[in-house]
């Protein structure tokens, strides 16, 4: 059960698990939780598709896993080059997430035909098989 407080503490509480142990497996489940949330309704629409063969279906989730990398990506190092974080609304949620800022950039890199847009895609492409921890950090 994870419970959350308005205080910003989050309670974990497992029949299995102790401690640390408990909160690394929801951390790792968190992660499959946003990736799978941005797959289908927050950016890469998959369920849009209507796809029913198996192979099809693997072979998209292949591809759109490749695509939430690079935006993830994308966006992390441009959180990194502003220096500055995300702003939070009101609420107390981001304004954008770190996907979303990079799904934007990854698609105007797309749309723009210049050598230096190329460029750009060549090193974050790149940069998905170097990692840096201050990156990926769900």
Request: with cysteine; charged share 20%; net charge positive.
């Amino acid at each position: 059960t994870i419970t959350a407080q308005r205080s910003g503490s989050l309670q974990v509480i497992s029949n299995r698990y102790a401690g640390q142990s408990a909160l690394d497996l929801y951390q790792l489940r968190w992660g499959i939780e946003i990736f799978f949330s941005h797959l289908k309704k927050r950016g890469l629409n998959f369920e849009d598709t209507h796809l029913g063969k198996p192979l099809r279906i693997e072979r998209l989730t292949a591809v759109l896993s490749v695509a939430f990398t690079l935006a993830y990506r994308a966006g992390a190092i441009g959180a990194l080059k502003k220096g500055k974080p995300i702003p939070r609304k009101k609420h107390g949620y981001r304004a954008k997430s770190q996907f979303r800022l990079g799904l934007e950039s990854l698609i105007h890199l797309l749309m723009n035909h210049s050598r230096d847009a190329a460029q750009q895609l060549r090193q974050l492409f790149q940069s998905c098989f170097q990692p840096n921890p201050k990156i990926f950090v769900v």
